[in-house]
């Protein structure tokens, strides 16, 4: 903001491009400071970045006056649970160590979001549960007899909120039941399974077991934090973003996702982020489980035309994103995606025939061809493709990726040709045209590298293919095709060889005993090779 030359008493700044501490321009030279050498110039458009510790009204991370957002939709789950970061705060809390900078973004609606440090706030959140749940229960008691309640009331929940719901912290949606049940249940029915659980057990226990800190010493710890305040201008181009960004490259890594979430609904009102994360990105995540940044590649390539890396699947969102006026209808168009990428890889894709083609591309393990099967099933959607069609195009893409890889031709290559392929087919569809004829009309005429194999060239690579060596579910394929082909009748091989209910055995043994050698004759080894 304005420099100034009086600086409260509870305000320690620290301006960094300055060999001073002091921002005031009082030699009017438009750098700021007086009489010091300047670090850096600053030019017209650039700005300091002023770090101010405070000791704000209500002192603590649970002042602010409600106005604090501690996990905005933006924010991922709590995920400290590895015996490392969540023990490391709690150990800074006996040695009394600062737990690191807590940074936080002022709202046009004068709200407090924070940017960076939402999973140390939950972690002293668990502790405090934890303090009031030992003292509930008898096992400690404090000095101060008020202390329970004192916690309670103003460190956890906030009694006089219109909220239905009165907890101060906001756990995402899969946390918020169990922080819930923590405070109110009873612990046999706490969520076992929950990262925020599990901690909360950790840190219960140590409280009880070891009490390195009495209670009462233990919550002057906590009450003692400093905030960091940092208030960003965003009508002079302060970019919350960057700055998360930059704050996270030396915790936990950021998935592409993350960020990607992170640059969606930061910077919108809180209300606006809780509608676009319950209508779209929760749905979105849902869909896609452990696989949203392989969903988000799928969906830029569909869009795009182009594939971007693995590790760049951020960078090539923003390049889409910044020409897109309405983010809640990119939002609605990634949900749509979402949802047909569920489908493909539940192998719930519509009629029986279909869903048992999706088992065997899961088998033959070519997520390479994911950005067409989502295009195509979006198109067959909105056209109101027979399922008789959508069969034959699965059928297509299956027999097109078994014959080469029984041949031996390339992958490398079906990135690019499964890119293109649905644009290619609508490019070449006539009115009278079915979808799949233009589709095996383009892939039969594919030279080089992109070839559909012959049956005379899949004959032989059948032959001579050392299936032995090939991967397991390539295998399972094979063996799946062989037993139930066209049958009416189905085994379920792949069930049966993964159970150990069938084996893969030599027809030959790997290790000729005197008896094969003998029927082999004199060329025994050559027989066996």
């Known amino acids: 903001g304005k420099p100034t030359a009086e600086v409260p008493e509870t305000v320690t700044p620290a301006v960094y491009g300055f060999e001073t501490t002091y921002s005031a321009d009082d030699d009017k030279d438009n750098y700021g400071g007086l009489g010091f050498t300047q670090k850096y110039k600053v030019g017209e458009t650039e700005h300091l970045m002023v770090l101010a510790s405070e000791e704000l009204e209500g002192k603590g991370l649970f002042g602010w006056g409600g106005k604090l957002v501690i996990q905005p939709e933006y924010q991922r789950n709590y995920i400290y649970a590895d015996g490392k970061r969540d023990v490391a705060v709690i150990e800074s809390l006996l040695k009394g160590y600062p737990l690191g900078l807590l940074y936080f973004v002022k709202t046009a609606s004068g709200m407090y979001e924070v940017l960076d440090g939402q999973q140390r706030i939950t972690t002293i959140s668990l502790i405090l549960i934890a303090m009031i749940n030992a003292m509930k229960a008898g096992v400690l008691s404090a000095d101060d007899t008020s202390l329970c309640e004192r916690i309670r009331d103003s460190y956890i929940i906030d009694k006089y909120c219109k909220d239905e719901r009165k907890v101060r912290l906001k756990p995402f949606r899969n946390d918020c039941d169990a922080f819930d049940k923590l405070i109110f249940a009873n612990p046999k029915e706490y969520f076992e399974e929950s990262k925020v659980t599990i901690n909360y057990k950790y840190f219960y226990n140590r409280i009880v077991n070891q009490q390195e800190l009495t209670l009462d010493e233990l919550f002057v710890a906590i009450d003692n934090l400093v905030i960091i305040d940092i208030e960003l201008e965003l009508e002079h181009g302060d970019n919350p973003q960057l700055i998360f960004e930059s704050l996270n490259s030396t915790g936990l890594d950021l998935t592409e996702a993350d960020k990607i979430r992170n640059y969606v609904l930061m910077g919108l009102e809180p209300a606006i982020q809780e509608q676009y994360y319950d209508s779209y990105w929760n749905k979105i995540e849902k869909c896609c489980d452990t696989e949203l940044d392989s969903f988000v590649r ?105 014959r080469r890889l029984m041949c031996d031709l390339p992958t490398n290559v079906l990135n690019k040709i499964f890119a293109s392929l649905h644009k290619a087919i609508l490019k070449h569809k006539k009115e009278d045209n079915s979808y799949s004829s233009v589709m095996i009309y383009l892939l039969e005429n594919r030279k080089l590298s992109g070839s559909f194999p012959k049956d005379e060239e899949f004959i032989k690579g059948f032959t001579n293919k050392n299936v032995y060596a090939m991967r397991g579910k390539n295998k399972m394929y094979i063996f799946e095709r062989l037993e139930n082909g066209s049958s009416k009748e189905k085994n379920d091989v792949v069930a049966n060889i993964e159970s150990g209910t069938l084996t893969i055995e030599h027809i030959m043994p790997q290790t000729l005993s005197a008896v094969w050698k003998q029927a082999l004759g004199k060329n025994y080894e050559q027989i066996q090779e």
């Not at 090539?316 to 983010?327: E, G, P, S």
């Open 298 to 402: 799928n969906y830029l390539t569909i869009v795009t035309g182009v594939i971007p890396n693995i590790r760049n699947v951020y960078s090539a969102f923003k390049d889409y994103a910044r020409n897109i006026d309405n983010i809640s209808d990119l939002l609605a168009d990634m949900l749509k995606y979402a949802e047909i990428y569920q489908k493909i890889t539940s192998c719930k894709i519509g009629n029986s025939e279909a869903n048992e083609i999706a088992k065997r591309l899961d088998l033959l393990d070519m997520t390479v061809a994911y950005p067409f099967l989502m295009a195509f099933l979006s198109y067959s959607k909105d056209n109101e493709i027979c399922d008789e069609e959508i069969v034959t195009v699965m059928s297509c893409v299956e027999t097109y990726i078994f």
